[in-house]
């Protein structure tokens, strides 16, 4: 049974920073896509960032390039999101997801089969 836990989410202001993580189990944790979306409220399921094979590709989300950094640790089955400079735009419920590659419309939310059930980010100005 694959089961994704995401927990790190918290309030923080502004230019603050914080690390989530989302433990995997359940199936091969290698050669995957594993990646974060984030929705808040009144708007669409985001693609945030994605990482495929322990680091060979990585891919981002335009509002986070350079603030946030995805990253795993294949020995914990554990994927991370440090984000950086967070911004009250930042806010949001935070989900882990994966499929089996990544690649080209790597944040289409619809390609992924499983999910966490989130953790909430929320940033204050």
């Known amino acids: 049974q694959v089961q994704l836990v995401e927990s790190g989410g918290g309030s923080v202001q502004a230019g603050g920073s914080l690390r989530l993580s989302c433990a995997a189990s359940g199936y091969a944790y290698t050669n995957r896509c594993m990646a974060w979306f984030r929705r808040a409220p009144g708007k669409e399921r985001e693609g945030v960032a994605a990482i495929y094979s322990g680091g060979l590709s990585t891919y981002y989300a335009d509002s986070v390039k350079g603030r946030f950094t995805i990253s795993q640790d294949n020995a914990k089955n554990t994927l991370y999101l440090q984000m950086n400079s967070l911004k009250p735009e930042d806010t949001a419920m935070y989900y882990c997801?994966?499929?089996?590659?990544?690649?080209?419309?790597?944040?289409?939310?619809?390609?992924?089969?499983?999910w966490g059930q989130g953790t909430q980010v929320t940033v204050s100005s």
């Open positions: 997801a994966t499929t089996t590659t990544c690649g080209v419309g790597w944040s289409h939310h619809f390609r992924y089969n499983f």
